[in-house]
């Protein structure tokens, strides 16, 4: 995992919560672990990693706009076995 994808983690991760997370950046972070990431219906985008399976909402800024959207985030690559340390 390059440099600027583990930084893109540990924003995911970080305490408190980050809050400048480009969405584009997390979107290179899921393709650059094996996973893929395609647009889908009403500006979400699907991501699918090691099994997991979700679709989030695009945010209008190009970066995420809540904590809510951090936290589902970090659920979801928790749930398919990524966390700050655990991915090469």
Not at 41 to 52: I, P, S, Y
Request: charged letters at 25%; hydrophobic letters at 35%.
């Amino acid at each position: 995992m390059s440099h600027n994808h583990e930084g893109t983690l540990r924003q995911i991760f970080a305490h408190p919560v980050s809050m400048n997370i480009k969405w584009k950046d997390v979107r290179h972070l899921i393709e650059s672990l094996g996973g893929m990431a395609e647009p889908s219906q009403g500006g979400r985008e699907r991501f699918v990693l090691n099994g997991q399976d979700r679709v989030f909402h695009v945010p209008h800024s190009k970066q995420i706009e809540s904590r809510d959207e951090v936290s589902q985030l970090r659920h979801f690559l928790e749930a398919a076995g990524v966390t700050p340390g655990t991915s090469e």
